[in-house]
Structure formats: structure tokens, C-alpha cells
Nanobody, 128 residues
């Protein structure tokens, strides 16, 4: 199993940037595909980005494509979400997610139930 701790959220003005971090426990981090999801009040959890086990493949939700970048450092057991050009509609709780058995196809990586391990979430608030 892996335990995930999200951090880096905060309050930022529209147009600003933030970098979220996700620290993972365990010695098999490189065997896990990783993702970021977000959930705004009253809305369903939304796929943001995913990265393959080696980091060679990434996939993004349409609403963040070109503005957000996901990356990982397997030596440090870390995943990052760099967010640029933030908009008020990006306001949400952001969750890091992991799964060891995830089959890397785009139709899978966007689905929250495919990930069995989740961080506690970190709040991102973008003011207009």
C-alpha cells in the first residue's frame, strides 16, 4: 500500500500560479500510476491530470490542458502539479491519487474509481 499526503494549496489571485505536492510513502512508488483530481462544492470529483509510472506519459483534463503540468520524482516519492494562469473556476479541493494496477489508457486514467489510494486533499482558492 501507499499513503499520500497532499500539500501546497492556498489562496491566489486569478492569473497566478501554485504548485501542489503529493508525498508518497513506501518503497514501491515507481510502480504506481498517479493522478490529480479536484472537487468543488456541490460538484462531482473531476479529473485534472495523470502521469504514468515512469513519468513518460501524461494526460490532462480539457479544462486545464496547457495551463497545468504534472510531474513526478520517483527518487523522492513525489508528484507535483504545477498550475499556471489560474482561474476562479479552478477553485476546489485537489486530491492526489495512486493505483498500482491501473491500465494506462486514457479512458481509464480519467476515472476516479480506478485509483485505490487517495490523499487528504488540499484547498485551492482562486479569487477574481
Amino acid at each position: 500500500q501507499v499513503q499520500l499526503v497532499d500539500s501546497g494549496g492556498g489562496l491566489v489571485q486569478a492569473g497566478g500560479s501554485l504548485r501542489l505536492s503529493c508525498a508518497a510513502s513506501g518503497r514501491t512508488f515507481s510502480k504506481y500510476a498517479m493522478g490529480w483530481f479536484r472537487q468543488a462544492p456541490g460538484k462531482e470529483r473531476e479529473f485534472v491530470a495523470a502521469i504514468s509510472r515512469s513519468g513518460s506519459m501524461t494526460h490532462y483534463g480539457d479544462s486545464v490542458k496547457g495551463r497545468f503540468t504534472i510531474s513526478r520524482d520517483n527518487a523522492k516519492n513525489m508528484v507535483y502539479l504545477q498550475m499556471y494562469s489560474l482561474k476562479p473556476e479552478d477553485t476546489a479541493v485537489y486530491f492526489c491519487a495512486a493505483d498500482r494496477d491501473l491500465w494506462w489508457v486514457q479512458s481509464n486514467v480519467v476515472l476516479a474509481p480506478q485509483y485505490h489510494f487517495w490523499g487528504q486533499g488540499t484547498q485551492v482558492t482562486v479569487s477574481s
